[in-house]
Every structure is written in C-alpha cells, then in structure tokens.
C-alpha cells in the first residue's frame, strides 16, 4: 500500500495528506522514485510501501501504470561495491534513509555527502575512497 503524500519546504516541514500525488500534482511534474529505475538524476517525489518485505519492481511496475517518470539515487554512479562476507548488495532503502540522502543533498549539493549521510554500510555499498577501510 502506498503511503500518503508528502510535501518538503526548504526548512524541512513536512504536510501529510489522504490525497493522492496523481490528484494534487500534474503528471509531468511527478517522479516516482524507485531503487528499479534506469534514470539517476532528477528531482524526487519521495513514495513508499507499508511494508517490511521488498517487492521487487513493485514501484516500477506503479510508476509505469500511472504513466509517472521515474528516478533512483544515483549509488550506482558515486559508490561502488563493498567486498563482504555475506555478498549483499541493495540499492533499496528505508523513506527515513532516502530522505537523510535528499536533505543532505538539499543542504550540501554533493551526492557523495549525502550518500555517504544514508547509504549505511550494511547495504553493502561504500563511496569510493572507504571502499579498503
């Protein structure tokens, strides 16, 4: 299930609403993030499952049904792999995870910072230079 809209001011107050984002935004000003898109730079509109299980390409299959542009944070582009022992790699965060990275981005315009502000190391992802720590 889909959680209800937010909205995010530059002091970070939030506005929750039963309303749904396809009746309050138009859809090209919409972008639905999901950890299963190809496209890595565009401003995000943060949706999320009430849910403790991932459903892989849930939010994907969402977005293209609603005919919403899509969007993913860009770990791919700015971290690289962290050799562990149980060989886990996930892009797929918590809302609290991705909006540390957002805010820290809105705050610092460095997408290593707020990756690095995010992404915990137990998703098996690390910025480049911690990758031999």
Request: hydrophobic content about 35%; charged content about 20%.
């Amino acid at each position: 299930r889909l959680m209800g809209c937010f909205t995010l001011s530059c002091v970070f107050e939030m506005d929750t609403t039963p309303e749904s984002y396809l009746d309050l935004f138009p859809l090209e000003a919409i972008v639905y993030l999901t950890p299963d898109s190809e496209n890595g730079n565009k401003v995000y509109v943060l949706g999320g499952l009430v849910d403790e299980s991932i459903h892989k390409q849930l939010t994907l299959r969402r977005a293209r049904e609603q005919h919403l542009q899509t969007a993913r944070l860009p770990i791919r582009e700015y971290m690289v792999r962290a050799p562990n022992a149980r060989n886990y790699h996930s892009e797929t965060l918590a809302i609290n995870q991705v909006f540390d990275v957002l805010s820290t981005f809105y705050e610092t315009r460095s997408w290593p910072a707020a990756l690095r502000a995010g992404v915990s190391s137990g998703k098996g992802y690390v910025l480049p230079d911690t990758a031999h720590q």
